[in-house]
């Protein structure tokens, strides 16, 4: 594998930012390692870098394998619909160099802190416990994704003796014993300095104690499954540090489940424990959210940036959310208010998007030219019916009303979160739904109020898998749920996946364009078109394979190459 790909071990001089802006850098020619690092604000400064930049060229990746491959978006013609990805879709290897980009920024700057002369063993460790943490979320992502990967612990210890173009893959058990052994010591660190909570600065969106916990209790619910049944131990151990997060971590879910994916008051009560902070800014390009720009129709910003309108969530999604796009809107039960905040739909209008024109109205949008300034042409283009509403910010006034700071082409500053305190909820519920059954009723129903649907009065593993569809849609984690559901129970997602409704409606917008002309409801008509159902999954569809550029450098990546068996805790250590 090539070293740029593999390592991406890059001067310190790369990794500077500000503490009040993440990509606010000081200028690189005035910096290295030999004059920075020198103050515990500056190790919090070269940390930074890691909240956004090295994972720019994963967001397609991130989103096409959690939701297309999932059946939870719409993306004609693309191969994450029809399970046919190979080594050489540029969005695979786009996802695998980013996510090697990530270890290697992360291993450069904790070397480059420990090295360091000047800060308080509080600032320093702080700080590497942060870069573990990410270290451990891009070896999580490797080996859903992946499986068996290799583990380079140090970059600057593998260029040194050469071995970067013969490094072997090892086992899956081996990877995640690795990335369990790495948020052990960033929680150690944490503990130990006393950075249990980030008050001081901007609250909760940094890393700390309790967001590697979080971290782990995932970790450990995907784990324990691995071996071909459940292992106790894992949940036990899942269910002990989601717990301590829901008890003790002081973080509560935010009121209203819209905000949270809102440009401000989005981690208002820290249910943002990780997640992507973005800069609205484009030196270098890497540091911005261009999510929008795939996902929303054209016209929706004022960047000219927007050519998402054909992809949106699908039938199937809304179908679990209890709807439908043949269904009149004014019958439609929106109590699940997830529903609306992940796809729009006949009907829908949002106070949020555009607010400078009172709000933004779908179908209006679509048929109305002065409004929608042309927009998609006065034509429903996504033939689910239902278009992208996460990940969007909106439109200039959106952005400026929010943080004075305009968004530019392809540039925004809304956050992408990756793990939420809902989800630990849910992974605390799913330890424990065979153990502690009250217990888990009680978090699924506190996820349920929160998004306004009825309370269940029993819970069972099936409510929880489908309360984790509902409440995560379209943000990059359904797929690595059958992932983890497949190491033990792999014909029930192959089935599933089979079963689901992957394809369109035909004759859907003359029906839309009927009930915003004159309100008249009639999709008598419409078809479906089954071109994406019944897939092409197989067991071997739930492991991506390398880029096809890595195997030819390194044969020891290829699909079918054996993997090694190491003791991963005596063969690495963390000792400091």
Known sequence: MKIKNLLYALPALMLLSSC??????????????????????????????????????????????????????????????????????????????SLWAVNGHANTVIKNILDAEGPSDRGRYKSIAEALTWKAMAYFFMVRTFGEVPIVHDGSALIADGGYNSIPKVTRANVYEYII??????????????????????????????????????????????????????????????????????RTLTPSYEDIFRLVGFNQTGENLISWLWSAGRDPWTQQNTFESDLAMVGFSDQGDCWGGWTGPTVDLMEAF????????????????????????????????WQDKGGFDFLRFIYDADYGKGGPG????????????????????????????????????????????????????????????????KYVNLVRERAGAAPLQSVSFQDIWKERRLELACEGDRWYDFVRRSYYDMDACIAELKAQKRSSWVGLDSVYKAYYEDGTWDAS???????????????????LPFPTMDVVFNGKMATNAPAEEIDVRATYSYDF
């Not at 324990?224 to 049944?229: F, I, K, R």
Request: hydrophobic share 35%.
């Open 20 to 97: 009040s802006d993440f990509l606010d850098r000081p200028a690189v020619d005035n910096y290295n390692t030999n004059n920075f690092y020198k103050t515990d604000e500056q190790c919090e400064q070269g940390v930074n870098y890691l909240y956004n930049s090295p994972w720019y060229d994963f967001q397609r990746g991130f989103f096409k394998t959690g939701e297309v491959m999932s059946g939870n978006y719409y993306w004609g013609g693309s191969p994450y619909m029809s399970f046919s990805t190979n080594g050489t879709d540029q969005d695979l290897i786009n996802m695998s160099y």
């Open 181 to 250: 052994m790495t948020l052990e010591k960033a929680i150690e660190l944490f503990d130990k300095y006393d950075v249990k909570t980030t008050s001081g600065w901007k609250d909760y969106e940094r890393i700390d104690f309790y967001s590697a916990e979080a971290l782990l209790a995932k970790v450990y619910l995907t784990r324990a499954g691995l071996s071909g049944s459940l292992d106790a131990s894992d949940l036990a151990k899942a269910a002990q540090y989601a717990k301590d997060v829901i008890d003790n971590s002081g």
């Open 322 to 353: 209890g709807t439908s796009a043949l269904e009149n809107p004014e019958s439609r039960d929106n109590s699940d208010i997830r529903r609306k905040a992940t796809g729009m739909m006949a009907g829908d209008t949002y106070s949020y998007f």
């Open 378 to 441: 006065g034509a429903m283009q996504c033939p689910t019916g239902a278009n992208s509403v996460k990940h969007l910010y909106g439109n200039n006034y959106d952005h400026e009303l929010a943080l004075n700071l305009s968004p530019l082409y392809m540039a925004y500053q809304l956050p992408t979160h990756l793990l939420r305190l809902s989800d630990v909820y849910l992974i605390y519920a799913e330890a424990v739904v065979n153990t502690n059954n009250a217990d888990a009723l």
């Open 525 to 543: 008509a419409v078809t479906y078109d089954t071109l994406y159902d019944n897939p092409n999954v197989t067991a071997s569809s739930f492991t």
